[in-house]
């Protein structure tokens, strides 16, 4: 008989979708407690779409929306190169608008918002295309800062910000020095530097959301390590620790994070503790029945977060790693899509 865990794994992307769009108690009284509209730019994205659906969910839950009140909207802005997202966030009661957000005409006509989340961005192939990766990083970061002066925003970032540091010492916290290692980090210190400098000139509260390694079970250092462990390719110790976060708990700190926002801005690593590869790896090989195969030696050091900060101001429940490790072996078994993009997490040199 399987194991609880694996039986409740997600049988298809719909029931994925679901699980992922859920909201806790904690989100709904976190927009429970702020006024107005929730816009989303850059929504089409791996993670945009499940906030934007959970958002509304979480809207509609409200004990506290007065009868006869209008509707809270939850709009979700990107140019939707599928056209099965958008069809779907309208579906689910989401107000979608299409727009690009590099072009500054394109952003000026977009709806006004009091509360804003920024998860447009670029890394995937990010050595290929640095012209379009700090284009879409910086540039557009600058069009969105200064179309929502006012607004409480929530700029999604990222751990690459920092450098490598011993994996003893338990990761970079939130005031440790940023030491980019390469162009997409660069390019995200960038965006970074753009929304603090234009919502301190326009007195807009700011909050700086670096995330680590958010999981899917389509995508996620989980399902790379899982998918080389099924397969019986080697699984690469070279970076021998990582922070995981399961994509549901990622979704529902991104909400509750716009009551985090403040000015001067505030920053918050996001993700969950630090696990060594090679545990992640035997897990998932017990689960299976399999034994992983290994190569290189563990690296000391690693692009590791110290979460203190988060576990004081937003503290949740997250899901447990053996579950995520049992849905990831059951979803890849049961041929279950991936998305094909591998979080490069081995690599040392900053390149994607």
């Known amino acids: 008989m399987p194991s609880p865990a694996l039986s409740s794994c997600p049988p298809d992307e719909p029931s994925l979708e679901a699980l992922l769009s859920a909201p806790d108690e904690e989100t709904v009284a976190a927009l429970a407690s702020l006024e107005g509209d929730i816009l989303i730019l850059g929504a089409g994205g791996k993670m945009g779409p499940t906030v934007a659906r959970m958002a509304r969910l979480a809207l509609d839950d409200s004990p506290t929306s007065p009868a006869g009140a209008p509707r809270r909207r939850v709009i979700a802005v990107s140019r939707f190169s599928s056209a099965a997202v958008a069809h779907e966030l309208d579906a689910h009661g989401v107000d979608v608008v299409r727009a690009n957000l590099d072009d500054p005409r394109e952003v000026a006509p977009l709806p006004d918002a009091p509360n804003v989340l920024w998860m447009a961005g670029q890394k995937f192939g990010t050595t290929g295309d640095p012209i379009g990766t700090w284009t879409q990083n910086v540039v557009a970061s600058v069009h969105a800062a200064e179309r929502y002066r006012g607004s409480r925003i929530v700029c999604f970032s990222t751990g690459n910000v920092y450098g490598r540091t011993p994996v003893a010492h338990g990761g970079s916290g939130e005031h440790d020095a940023l030491i980019p290692d390469g162009e997409y980090a660069a390019s995200c210190i960038g965006r970074e530097r753009v929304f603090q400098s234009i ?41 021998g620790a990582v922070n995981v976060i399961w994509q549901g708990d990622a979704n529902r700190l991104a909400l509750r994070a716009l009551t985090c926002a403040s000015q001067p801005a505030s920053v918050l690593n996001v993700t969950g503790p ?79």
Request: proline content about 5%; charged content about 20%; some cysteine.
């Open 199 to 239: 919502t301190a000139r326009t007195h807009s509260a700011l909050l700086l959301y670096r995330l680590f390694y958010a999981c899917d079970l389509r995508y996620g250092v989980v399902t790379d390590i899982a998918y080389k462990v099924l397969s019986g390719v080697p699984v690469s110790l070279a970076v």
């Open 274 to 352: 630090i696990v060594p590869v090679r545990e992640i790896a035997e897990r998932i090989g017990r689960l299976a029945g399999m034994t992983p195969v290994f190569e290189g030696t563990e690296g000391d050091d690693a692009l590791l977060a110290n979460t203190s900060r988060l576990e004081r101001r937003l503290p949740f429940t997250s899901l447990p790693l053996d579950t995520l490790c049992a849905w990831t072996v059951q979803w890849i078994r049961q041929g279950g899509r991936l998305l094909n993009k591998p979080t490069s997490f081995e690599k040392r040199d900053g390149t994607y």
